[in-house]
């Protein structure tokens, strides 16, 4: 197999091998890695369809890790999908309303993003090893929720690192936020700021930008990377998932050889719909990629438009994961529709840092072909939980209720009855307060705790051991910080 190499889509770094884009995290001049060119499928969808998720992680995975083993990658792939996920299909289908809901939240901390932080400890290990990184990293991750409690549980524990999670007070919600601050290991760090999701992650961003103060880590043993889908270790492990359910969709007969799906994904920071877009770029036969937002609509507006503005104020609502209005990953989909064109890229994020917003080129608006955006308000996401929950007797939780909206909404619109499949990101148990509320307004100012045991009730699920009992776990990490002293934080934590 030829070697499949990454470049920053800002220029700087070229041909650097998977393994170090993954040390990295970000590119040093703070663009993202991608890779030179998205590698094809190349075997039937019928042989495909035979492979479990954990043969068909191997081959999806070894084709953008051309620098990792066979056995390595094997090693990683059992380590991560193991019986920590509570079904043995690790990322079933499951036919309701019209819609393949990919339940994407059976892992230990019941979100989807236990698909790729399950592991991504493991990929960085060897990745360290084959590029004889003798420090210790520390990773620095921004969270709007789900990608916190992933990250710490997947690396709690694992010698040579420590992962220090940035998050939003008052921006997750409570099972998220306990979820955290309850968490153990030596090595793990969960910390506050007084702000919102996007000064989380600008603060991150700068701090992996920032020359002297990682050449003060770097002399004191320590190296950043990240566990954000901005990491194209976090990212290529999304991509399964999506040739698993087309694959299960055309075992199971739910769609013909070569049958063209559409992909509806809830999303903030734009890493889920990027993972689905690569999978097409692969070969999958996907139609139209359908980008569903909150209220914070901005990937909507832009969609639309060709206009990305961030210039607008963040709302808090019941699917805080999508509480985002800079879409980090976005400059990936960018620089592929700009012919990956550095200079583009610069200049776009350029005028979003200075001017709080850009533009692209008719041309590039072009490419985006592929996408369809919409979005639901908060009463739209509350009144689909309860729809879909007495209709169809199935319980969503509020991120997978706007995927639902909008495919709903993408339906009227154009009359594409096309096989759909929806990723469910998150349990109903992850937001039991907005989830019971929307079932009934009786359950308005109960405690989510307490509202656990009633999702329960009416659902006739158990509560997942991944919560269970959490109120009464006690709080390990209480640190708070503002934005401009997260640095100061990271200085504490590893004794500098």
Same mark, same amino acid.
């Given at each position: ?116 932080? &399950? ?339 009416? &659902? ?37």
């Amino acid at each position: 197999m030829s070697k499949l190499f990454y470049r920053s889509t800002r220029g700087t770094d070229n041909r650097i091998e998977s393994s170090r884009a993954i040390v990295r995290g970000i590119a040093t001049d703070g663009g993202l890695y991608v890779p030179e060119a998205v590698p094809q499928i190349d075997l039937s969808m019928g042989s495909l369809a035979q492979m479990d998720y954990t043969e068909l992680a191997l081959y999806i995975m070894s084709k953008f890790l051309t620098d990792f083993k066979e056995e390595e990658l094997k090693y990683c792939i059992e380590k991560a999908y193991d019986k920590k996920f509570d079904d043995p299909r690790i990322a079933p289908l499951v036919e309701k309303g019209g819609a393949f809901f990919l339940e994407l939240f059976h892992g230990p901390t019941l979100a989807f993003k236990d698909m790729a932080l &399950s592991i991504m400890p493991y990929l960085l290990k060897i990745a360290a090893d084959k590029n004889s990184i003798d420090k210790e990293i520390v990773i620095l991750t921004a969270t709007s929720g789900d990608t916190g409690k992933a990250a710490l549980e997947g690396f709690a524990g694992v010698e040579g690192t420590k992962i220090i999670v940035f998050y939003p007070r008052n921006g997750v919600s409570k099972i998220q936020e306990r979820q955290m601050t309850t968490q153990a290991g030596d090595n793990t760090y969960a910390v506050a700021i007084e702000g919102n999701f996007d000064d989380a992650q600008r603060g991150v961003k700068e701090i992996f930008s920032d020359r002297e103060f990682n050449g003060i880590l770097n002399k004191s043993g320590y190296i950043l990377s990240s566990a954000n889908s901005i990491n194209i270790g976090r990212l290529v492990p999304q991509v399964v998932y999506y040739v698993y359910a087309y694959l299960n969709l055309r075992k199971s007969g739910k769609i013909k050889s070569n049958e063209v799906i559409n992909i509806v994904v809830p999303t903030g920071n734009f890493g889920n719909i990027l993972a689905a877009y690569y999978s097409k770029k692969m070969g999958l036969p996907v139609g139209k990629l359908i980008c569903a937002s909150n209220e914070n609509n901005v990937l909507y507006d832009f969609i639309n438009t060709g206009v990305y503005d961030r210039k607008r104020r963040l709302i808090v609502t019941s699917s805080p994961s999508m509480d985002i209005l800079v879409s980090s990953n976005l400059e990936r989909l960018l620089y592929d529709i700009s012919g990956s064109n550095a200079d583009i890229i610069n200049n776009l994020i350029g005028d979003l840092d200075k001017k709080g917003e850009f533009k692209i080129t008719g041309d590039m608006k072009d490419r985006m072909v592929d996408f369809y955006g919409g979005f639901a308000t908060d009463k739209e996401t509350f009144e689909t939980i309860k729809y879909v929950f007495f209709k169809f007797n199935y319980l969503i939780d509020t991120h997978t209720a706007v995927g639902y909206n909008v495919y709903q909404k993408y339906i009227q619109v154009t009359g594409d009855r096309s096989k759909t499949v929806i990723a469910s990101t998150a349990s109903p148990f992850e937001f039991p307060g907005s989830v019971a509320k929307a079932i009934d307004e009786k359950y308005a100012g109960m405690d989510d705790f307490s509202l656990l045991e009633v999702i329960s009730e009416i &659902s006739g699920l158990k509560v997942p051991e991944a919560v269970k009992g959490l109120e009464r776990r006690k709080i390990l990490h209480n640190t708070v910080c503002m934005e401009t002293q997260m640095e100061d934080v990271i200085t504490d934590i590893l004794g500098l």
